[in-house]
């Protein structure tokens, strides 16, 4: 699995990107020809590897960023770089910090950048690249229209995927009708959708280094995975096996948890279901709670859901319940009873006549 980035390192490229003051002054140093060593934070911990240099305290501006980047040493911004601290100022980072760069301007953006975890910009004149430093974490900035390619070709590659786990999920709807569900069912579409959202975490990435230039892709991004992350909560709600040591939030953390090897593996992946000891076949029969096909019935609060499983503890049961069985749970009603049976018939019916049409 790819490592995500941090949430710091997140903030920390949303302020870099295109339509952001910084980022227009960080063009300009480039354009220039000129390199520059840019802190984003004028704490007392920046303050106290800072020597020399000239107190400004002057209101941020892309055009004052690039004249100040003439002059040698790094330039302090405020925190939210609204405005310009200090400049010309020579950064003594601890020296036993690890690097992994050579040049000069990189190894001090990246000991920096480690050691008292602030946001660091460094802009390499001879390379004429942008790197951002967050922690022990690097992102070279690309140009927009590379990152719009990428985006538009994952944003495909993700409405390939997003067919393939409709699919999947209409399968395990007419099972879950049918009655005749096996974990292997239930494990593809975990499978399918941890895929569909890795896939849109990547062009989440893209979207937030974009900034202004990814609100269409944020857009279609929105359009194709509406759903998907309930729909996970929903599969795992009705399959897994819940202990003292085992919920909800932990079947979720482990799917997230595992690499792309491990979530090609079946079995690897039917171990967050949390079975009980002993079920280890795939094609072994197992029933749904029913939380996922109550939730598709309009108008049907969460709440009234729990009660409904809490009741008859499996969908089998819940689909021959009469109207008057669903009338005696708590919420539910005379007229919600009947929209619940009614809303279940048009599923099964719906479901049916999909995979025999």
């Not at 301007?105 to 602030?118: F, L, M, P, Q």
């Amino acid at each position: 699995m790819t490592r995500r980035r941090s949430e710091a390192l997140h903030d920390a490229l949303a302020a870099v990107a295109p339509g952001k003051p910084l980022r227009e002054g960080l063009d300009r140093i480039l354009q220039a020809g000129m390199g520059a060593l840019i802190v984003v934070g004028d704490g007392p911990e920046v303050l106290n590897i800072c020597s020399g240099g000239f107190l400004l305290d002057a209101a941020f501006s892309p055009q004052r960023l690039s004249e100040l980047a003439k002059m040698d040493g790094a330039i302090i911004l405020a925190r939210d770089a609204s405005r310009i601290a200090r400049a010309n100022v020579h950064l003594v980072p601890n020296p036993n910090v690890p690097t992994s760069e050579t040049g000069t301007r990189h190894r001090t953006a990246e000991r920096v950048a480690r050691s008292i975890n602030v946001p660091v910009s460094s802009v390499s004149e001879d390379m004429s690249i942008i790197a951002v430093y967050m922690g022990a974490e690097k992102h070279q900035l690309v140009p927009v229209t590379r990152l719009l390619d990428r985006a538009n070709q994952a944003l495909q590659t993700l409405e390939r995927y997003k067919q393939r786990l409709d699919e999947v999920s209409a399968h395990l709807s007419t099972n879950e009708i049918e009655d005749v569900v096996t974990i292997r069912d239930v494990v593809m579409l975990l499978q399918r959708t941890e895929m569909v959202l890795r896939i849109a975490d990547e062009i989440e990435d893209a979207i937030i280094e974009l900034g202004t230039d990814g609100r269409l892709v944020r857009l279609q991004l929105e359009e194709v995975l509406g759903g998907v992350e309930d729909d996970r909560r929903l599969v795992l709600l009705d399959y897994f096996h819940e202990d003292p040591s085992w919920h909800l939030e932990e079947a979720l953390a482990g799917l997230a948890e595992l690499d792309t090897e491990e979530l090609g593996d079946l079995k690897r992946v039917a171990e967050v279901l949390h079975l009980p000891e002993g079920v280890t076949d795939l094609d072994a029969p197992i029933q749904p709670k029913g939380y996922r096909l109550l939730s598709r019935i309009p108008r049907l609060p969460e709440s009234v859901v729990d009660h409904i499983v809490d009741r008859f503890g499996s969908l089998s049961k819940i689909m021959r319940a009469t109207i008057d069985d669903l009338d005696d749970v708590e919420g539910v009603g005379a007229t919600r009873a009947k929209a619940i049976k009614e809303g279940l018939s048009r599923l099964a019916e719906t479901s049916i006549l999909d995979r025999y049409a």
